[in-house]
């Protein structure tokens, strides 16, 4: 009897604190649920989460995060944002493109941003990157950088989007060798190849061994065990989404840039400062939006000729003159 | 050895668990409290998480439903000796058959799909396990190794056939096509609105009735009474006359086609599509729960309800407690993990001490 009671008593109180605690967050702030690789991945979250640290810096909102373990924790945890009024909530990858779907429609007062897919709903801004053309330009960087005449690239797994990172990346470094070799291995099966870089170390040893001089890795978390085996061995490595030449400093090339932060930091700005608009927003090389980083840490690796046919390119692909080739668009790639 | 005397029956199945249970819980008061939070409030939401509120209590009977076909499956592979550690592959595979029958037939009520679904999971499944099976019983390849490289193998064979093969053209996440919602297995808020929006859905009865069922085979026929033999004694029972190798071979078959149901929950009820990575570690929680409910359906499906539990409390938590984060909360599922699977006896010889100086009376004769 006591023990029922007691029981009762706790589940109450629990209750109550529950309830005070949800008041407390009922705000306007903005929210980010990250993808699978998780908020510090050294890439693709990250970068978002960089983002909305800088939009808070900046304009001292707060903003609400969350990191999923399972996917039914996708639409639960979105719900639970968009019920505690958050606004608007952004999330980061494709693979949050059918709970959005769901969600945005039971809160049509609610503002929503998905990156890397379209979402065609009133209420959804939808962000896409043109990664095959900012992969093309740090190609160009890779074939003139190899001394060997062979380069490597390292998605995760076999999937389409990193696929259009390799694809765009050999097409670069075909314009500017031809006869290049290009190696190209995933590391693993599933997205769990993202947070392995123990195996993603051990693929690029292989590329390594078998000749290649620049590395390309396209693996989020993994990519951290690219970039270390190929300094170990004191190549070069190519960073991905976020700018990872610091890392190691004189071993990473550059590294492919996709401003995911700018793409968060517009969003959450434009809605603050009421400039919001849901429509689909397509950032390649022309918008700034990819492409490769120059900065102290690379600048003793870039020539002036290398920075010359990376500016020529870009050039080109602004005008339409050179036209990179989507992986996923009919699933192959041409080179 | 001889002066170890046998706990007695409450002791061990009820006192053992929820001292381990507790243990774990304390070192994970520790680190909730090395982060600088107050672990008893962190209890607080995780409770009100798991059992507070309708959403919340639906979330955890969708994980318990998981829980306790992998619980099931690894139980009944166990009372016959066999060491299944491939439910998470078998119930990959299982979704393959679950979602080629749900595509195939898309658009058909749910009360004539539910079966088939059933019987295409269970059966997928089945064979996953069959292999093994096989390659223990007629070759002499054990059980553990294969049934974790038969977990590579699904996670490789089902990432191509999803990406390559299953996956409609525009769609940029690698999924199949959608199967219809008249089609899919119905969610349990259709009927009881307490539930808001989880997705606890019609599999939760049905994983129930398997814990009857699984009761019923291992206890009650002829069959599970060959079974327990097996996993008594290999040699006695083949002496007795029973075929080891074609009753491994079944066994196998059958906990493999428990293991696939976990695919009709996920692919059927809760994500109403092929995902890559469904499972998400169900098959692995499996074995744990299989360990702390000492193979008994009862066992499973406390074991079950409390790993649920620690499921949807732990989103809740990391949800309201952003200093905590996935992986604290994995640091605390790990935690029961061990204590109540790896370390589970450790408690058991000063159990022992302690009833045999309090009971020598009743305990001796009974040598």
Same mark, same amino acid.
């Given at each position: 009897?006591?023990?029922?009671?007691?029981?009762?008593?706790?589940?109450?109180?629990?209750?109550?604190?529950?309830?005070?605690?949800?008041?407390?967050?009922?705000?306007?702030?903005?929210?980010?649920?990250?993808?699978?690789?998780?908020?510090?991945?050294?890439?693709?979250?990250?970068?978002?989460?960089?983002?909305?640290?800088?939009?808070?810096?900046?304009?001292?909102?707060?903003?609400?995060?969350?990191?999923?373990?399972?996917?039914?924790?996708?639409?639960?945890?979105?719900?639970?944002?968009?019920?505690?009024?958050?606004?608007?909530?952004?999330?980061?990858?494709?693979?949050?493109?059918?709970?959005?779907?769901?969600?945005?429609?039971?809160?049509?007062?609610?503002?929503?941003?998905?990156?890397?897919?379209?979402?065609?709903?009133?209420?959804?801004?939808?962000?896409?990157?043109?990664?095959?053309?900012?992969?093309?330009?740090?190609?160009?960087?890779?074939?003139?950088?190899?001394?060997?005449?062979?380069?490597?690239?390292?998605?995760?797994?076999?999937?389409?989007?990193?696929?259009?990172?390799?694809?765009?990346?050999?097409?670069?470094?075909?314009?500017?060798?031809?006869?290049?070799?290009?190696?190209?291995?995933?590391?693993?099966?599933?997205?769990?190849?993202?947070?392995?870089?123990?195996?993603?170390?051990?693929?690029?040893?292989?590329?390594?061994?078998?000749?290649?001089?620049?590395?390309?890795?396209?693996?989020?978390?993994?990519?951290?065990?690219?970039?270390?085996?190929?300094?170990?061995?004191?190549?070069?490595?190519?960073?991905?989404?976020?700018?990872?030449?610091?890392?190691?400093?004189?071993?990473?090339?550059?590294?492919?840039?996709?401003?995911?932060?700018?793409?968060?930091?517009?969003?959450?700005?434009?809605?603050?400062?009421?400039?919001?608009?849901?429509?689909?927003?397509?950032?390649?090389?022309?918008?700034?939006?990819?492409?490769?980083?120059?900065?102290?840490?690379?600048?003793?690796?870039?020539?002036?000729?290398?920075?010359?046919?990376?500016?020529?390119?870009?050039?080109?692909?602004?005008?339409?003159?050179?036209?990179?080739?989507?992986?996923?668009?009919?699933?192959?790639?041409?080179? | 050895?001889?002066?170890?005397?046998?706990?007695?029956?409450?002791?061990?199945?009820?006192?053992?668990?929820?001292?381990?249970?507790?243990?774990?819980?304390?070192?994970?008061?520790?680190?909730?409290?090395?982060?600088?939070?107050?672990?008893?409030?962190?209890?607080?939401?995780?409770?009100?998480?798991?059992?507070?509120?309708?959403?919340?209590?639906?979330?955890?009977?969708?994980?318990?439903?998981?829980?306790?076909?992998?619980?099931?499956?690894?139980?009944?592979?166990?009372?016959?000796?066999?060491?299944?550690?491939?439910?998470?592959?078998?119930?990959?595979?299982?979704?393959?058959?679950?979602?080629?029958?749900?595509?195939?037939?898309?658009?058909?009520?749910?009360?004539?799909?539910?079966?088939?679904?059933?019987?295409?999971?269970?059966?997928?499944?089945?064979?996953?396990?069959?292999?093994?099976?096989?390659?223990?019983?007629?070759?002499?390849?054990?059980?553990?190794?294969?049934?974790?490289?038969?977990?590579?193998?699904?996670?490789?064979?089902?990432?191509?056939?999803?990406?390559?093969?299953?996956?409609?053209?525009?769609?940029?996440?690698?999924?199949?096509?959608?199967?219809?919602?008249?089609?899919?297995?119905?969610?349990?808020?259709?009927?009881?609105?307490?539930?808001?929006?989880?997705?606890?859905?019609?599999?939760?009865?049905?994983?129930?009735?398997?814990?009857?069922?699984?009761?019923?085979?291992?206890?009650?026929?002829?069959?599970?009474?060959?079974?327990?033999?097996?996993?008594?004694?290999?040699?006695?029972?083949?002496?007795?006359?029973?075929?080891?190798? @074609? /009753? &491994?071979?079944?066994? +196998? #078959?059958?906990? $493999?086609?428990?293991?696939?149901? !976990? *695919?009709?929950?996920?692919? =059927?009820?809760?994500?109403? @599509? /092929? &995902?890559?990575?469904? +499972? #998400?570690?169900? $098959?692995?929680?499996?074995?744990? !729960? *299989?360990?702390?409910?000492? =193979?008994?359906?009862?066992?499973?499906?406390?074991?079950?309800?409390?790993?649920?539990?620690?499921?949807?409390?732990?989103?809740?938590?990391?949800?309201?407690?952003?200093?905590?984060?996935?992986?604290?909360?994995?640091?605390?599922?790990?935690?029961?993990?061990?204590?109540?699977?790896?370390?589970?006896?450790?408690?058991?010889?000063?159990?022992?001490?302690?009833?045999?100086?309090?009971?020598?009376?009743?305990?001796?004769?009974?040598?």
């Amino acid at each position: 009897m006591t023990k029922t009671f007691t029981r009762s008593a706790i589940a109450l109180a629990a209750g109550a604190g529950m309830a005070a605690l949800m008041a407390g967050t009922a705000l306007a702030d903005p929210a980010v649920l990250y993808d699978g690789g998780g908020k510090f991945d050294a890439s693709f979250n990250e970068s978002t989460f960089n983002g909305a640290q800088r939009f808070s810096e900046e304009t001292g909102i707060g903003f609400g995060e969350f990191e999923i373990t399972t996917d039914a924790q996708r639409e639960q945890a979105m719900r639970q944002f968009a019920q505690r009024g958050a606004n608007p909530i952004l999330v980061p990858g494709f693979n949050w493109e059918t709970t959005i779907r769901t969600v945005a429609a039971e809160f049509p007062d609610t503002n929503f941003a998905i990156i890397d897919a379209v979402v065609d709903l009133p209420n959804v801004r939808s962000i896409v990157f043109k990664e095959h053309e900012g992969s093309y330009l740090v190609g160009i960087l890779a074939a003139m950088a190899s001394e060997t005449g062979t380069i490597g690239v390292v998605p995760a797994f076999d999937f389409a989007l990193l696929n259009a990172f390799a694809c765009g990346y050999k097409q670069g470094a075909k314009s500017v060798n031809p006869d290049i070799e290009i190696l190209d291995t995933y590391i693993g099966s599933g997205f769990d190849a993202f947070n392995n870089p123990g195996g993603g170390a051990e693929v690029a040893q292989s590329q390594l061994d078998r000749g290649a001089d620049v590395i390309f890795q396209v693996a989020g978390g993994a990519g951290q065990g690219v970039l270390q085996a190929v300094a170990d061995a004191d190549k070069l490595g190519i960073g991905v989404d976020s700018n990872q030449n610091h890392l190691h400093p004189g071993n990473v090339l550059t590294s492919m840039l996709k401003r995911v932060d700018v793409a968060t930091y517009n969003a959450f700005k434009d809605f603050e400062d009421g400039n919001w608009t849901n429509e689909i927003i397509t950032l390649g090389v022309a918008e700034e939006g990819v492409g490769p980083a120059f900065d102290e840490h690379n600048e003793a690796l870039i020539t002036d000729e290398m920075r010359a046919a990376v500016d020529e390119a870009t050039a080109k692909i602004t005008s339409g003159e050179i036209v990179v080739h989507d992986f996923r668009t009919d699933n192959s790639c041409p080179v | 050895m001889s002066a170890r005397v046998p706990l007695p029956a409450w002791v061990d199945r009820i006192l053992l668990p929820v001292l381990n249970v507790s243990l774990a819980f304390l070192i994970g008061g520790i680190v909730v409290l090395l982060v600088g939070q107050n672990p008893l409030e962190a209890v607080q939401i995780m409770l009100y998480g798991a059992f507070g509120y309708g959403d919340g209590f639906g979330y955890t009977l969708y994980y318990t439903t998981n829980f306790i076909f992998a619980g099931l499956a690894v139980s009944l592979a166990y009372h016959a000796g066999l060491f299944n550690i491939g439910a998470e592959g078998q119930g990959y595979i299982a979704g393959l058959g679950v979602i080629l029958v749900a595509l195939w037939l898309n658009g058909t009520h749910w009360a004539l799909m539910m079966p088939l679904m059933l019987v295409a999971g269970a059966l997928f499944g089945a064979f996953w396990a069959f292999i093994p099976g096989y390659l223990q019983a007629k070759r002499g390849s054990h059980v553990v190794i294969t049934t974790i490289l038969f977990n590579f193998i699904a996670t490789s064979l089902m990432s191509y056939l999803i990406s390559r093969v299953l996956k409609p053209a525009g769609v940029s996440a690698d999924e199949s096509a959608r199967i219809e919602a008249v089609t899919r297995v119905p969610q349990l808020r259709e009927f009881i609105p307490f539930f808001g929006y989880s997705p606890v859905n019609l599999t939760f009865p049905l994983a129930i009735a398997a814990l009857f069922g699984v009761w019923f085979l291992i206890w009650r026929t002829k069959f599970g009474y060959a079974v327990r033999a097996l996993g008594f004694n290999p040699t006695a029972a083949h002496y007795a006359g029973i075929s080891n190798a @074609r /009753l &491994i071979m079944i066994t +196998m #078959a059958l906990s $493999g086609g428990l293991a696939g149901l !976990v *695919a009709l929950n996920e692919v =059927a009820g809760v994500q109403g @599509r /092929l &995902i890559l990575n469904f +499972m #998400a570690g169900a $098959g692995f929680v499996g074995i744990a !729960v *299989a360990f702390m409910g000492r =193979a008994h359906p009862i066992g499973v499906a406390l074991a079950a309800l409390l790993f649920g539990a620690l499921y949807q409390g732990g989103q809740e938590l990391a949800f309201s407690m952003p200093a905590i984060t996935r992986d604290m909360i994995v640091t605390i599922q790990a935690l029961v993990i061990l204590f109540t699977g790896a370390m589970g006896e450790m408690l058991r010889p000063p159990l022992e001490r302690i009833f045999a100086r309090r009971a020598p009376a009743v305990a001796r004769p009974a040598e």
